[in-house]
């Protein structure tokens, strides 16, 4: 995502939380910025979700049991596309 930061966030880790993304920052080569901009992005993704980003969520995310499968499309169209 390449675009003009405008607003300032200021967040308190727990030091665990800190090292988490500290050592994945170091093996990625992404500021730690980076990382928690991309959170924000894949767990509260805004209305205009990208084809590509949808794609790379329903990919990334954890195996859902079959018999849950309707109940999860549901939530993750809602999730994605702001339907209420």
């Keep these: 995502m390449c675009m003009a930061k405008t607003r300032r966030l200021q967040i308190l880790l727990e030091p665990e939380q800190f090292d988490r993304l500290e050592r994945v920052s170091e093996e990625t080569g992404a500021s730690i910025g980076s990382l928690v901009r991309d959170a924000v992005d894949r767990y509260y993704p805004g209305q205009s979700l ?35």
Excluded: H, N
């Excluded at 849950?68 to 596309?81: A, H, L, S």
């Design 50 to 84: 990208t084809k590509e980003a949808a794609i790379e969520r329903l990919l990334s995310s954890e195996s859902v049991p079959m018999d849950d499968w309707e109940i999860e499309k549901e939530r993750m169209i809602d999730e994605m596309w702001g339907a209420g």
